[in-house]
Every structure is written in structure tokens, then in C-alpha cells.
């Protein structure tokens, strides 16, 4: 059972342009969402997170948006880089106890020229 | 941000061997470390939660007399692959939260190749 849908699977997108990557959670005990970048043969690396009780959160050229009620939420990639060429994870967990952290199935951005 | 370093990096074994592969917290204590296995072209699966100075929790599905786990200290957890088969090859990743704190930091991963 996939607790964190994430869409699209694969996504390109031209230099400049905009990157959108979307997810939704189940469970309403998740109170931590990160997005994460990973460049092949590497691990994970946090970008940014948000927790519910903020809508919205941005970091430079990364947005995430908060939904709360729809249970969603999105990263937004602005003035996207060749170099932002990567695969993305969505994540969430669940303060406290073990913090075990479920993610989505990741998306692949490739930023062209 | 805090450091995770995996060892060996990478490692190529013959079928029916053991493999050992250690995940360090560099400058902070980690009472609890995750191991997580990842496919190619896939999302990482949790496999199994590192408890210091207890019992590591299996994932459903995830074979623990195959994938022997030990939180020695609190800066060190082991996974050690047990007879190795072709279908355990893959990229394996440990991350360690901070203790009080929700995010996770990620070791470099450990790819496996069994032949």
C-alpha cells in the first residue's frame, strides 16, 4: 500500500521553466513532509520541509505548497537548471517514536537546455 | 548538516558469501538508523529500524536471519548480507535522524553487486 502518491513519474522541463511535482498522503498522523533530490549513485539529500500547519514554505528557488485539507502537497522548482537534473522524493513521517520516514516513488527531472 | 558515511561504497561479491556494510554518524549520536534498499529506477523501501542497544525492527517481507543488523554504539549500525544471492544485489542506504529532531540524514549508499 503506497502511503505517498507522487506524480509525475518523469517530467522534463526546459531551462527557465517550471517544475512541478505533486503528491497526497493517507495518513493524517504525518506531521513532516520533506522533499528530497537524488543524483545517481548518491543518497538522498533533504532540500526542503514543511510541517501542516504552515500552507507554504520556500527556500531560494524551491516552494513547497501545503494543502492540509486535500491532503496534498507540491514542490515547485522555479527558474529550473540543468543542474537541478535529478530524481525527487516526497516523503512524510510522523514525529517522534521512530520516525520512520515513507516515500514516494519519485519523480525524474530532466532539465533541457 | 550532519554527516552519514556508509562503508565500503561499493562492493562485489561471489554468491553464497556474507557481506558487511557499516553506516557511521560523524558528528552527532544516533540511537536509531534506518536501512533502506533501492532498485533501479525505484523509490527506497525501508527495510528495517536500528535500535541501540536492542533488537533491530524487520520490515514486513524483509528476511532478519538474511539481513543481520547490529547498533553497536551510538554512532555505528552494521548490515551484514548473509549468503549473498544475485537478487540481493542492489544500492543499500542508511539515514540517521538526529536525536529530538525529524530530519534525516542520508549515508552515500552502498551499491552490492552479487555474482
Known amino acids: 500500500q503506497q502511503q505517498v502518491k507522487q506524480s509525475p513519474q518523469s517530467l522534463i522541463v526546459q531551462k527557465g521553466g517550471i517544475s512541478i511535482i505533486n503528491c497526497a498522503y493517507e495518513?493524517?498522523?504525518?506531521?513532516?513532509f520533506p522533499w528530497y533530490q537524488q543524483f545517481p549513485g548518491k543518497g538522498p539529500a533533504l532540500l526542503i520541509a514543511?510541517?501542516?500547519?504552515?500552507s507554504e514554505k520556500k527556500e531560494g528557488r524551491f516552494t513547497i505548497s501545503f494543502n492540509k485539507s486535500a491532503k496534498q502537497f507540491s514542490l515547485h522548482i522555479m527558474d529550473s537548471q540543468p543542474g537541478d537534473s535529478a530524481t525527487y522524493f516526497c516523503?512524510?513521517?510522523?514525529?517522534?517514536?521512530?520516525?520512520?520516514?515513507?516515500f514516494g516513488i519519485g519523480t525524474k527531472l530532466q532539465v533541457i537546455p | 548538516g550532519a554527516v552519514v558515511s556508509q562503508h565500503p561504497s561499493w562492493v562485489i561479491c561471489k554468491s553464497g558469501t556474507s557481506v558487511k556494510i557499516e553506516c557511521r554518524s560523524l558528528?552527532?549520536?544516533?540511537?536509531?538508523m534506518f536501512w533502506y534498499r533501492q532498485f533501479p529506477k525505484q523509490s527506497l523501501m525501508l527495510m528495517a529500524t536500528?535500535?541501540?542497544?536492542?533488537?533491530?525492527?524487520?520490515e514486513q517481507g524483509v528476511e532478519k536471519d538474511k539481513f543481520l543488523i547490529n547498533h553497536a554504539s551510538l554512532t555505528l549500525s552494521t548490515l551484514t548480507v548473509t549468503s549473498a544471492h544475485p537478487e540481493d544485489s542492489s544500492f543499500y542506504i542508511c539515514s540517521a535522524p538526529r536525536t529530538g529532531g525529524n530530519e534525516q540524514f542520508f549515508g552515500p549508499g552502498t551499491r552490492l553487486t552479487v555474482l
Open positions: 514543511i510541517r501542516p500547519d504552515v
Open positions: 536500528s535500535n541501540e542497544g536492542s533488537k533491530a525492527t524487520y
Open positions: 558528528d552527532f549520536q544516533a540511537t536509531t
Open positions: 495518513n493524517t498522523a504525518f506531521d513532516y
Open positions: 516523503a512524510a513521517s510522523i514525529s517522534g517514536g521512530y520516525q520512520k520516514v515513507t
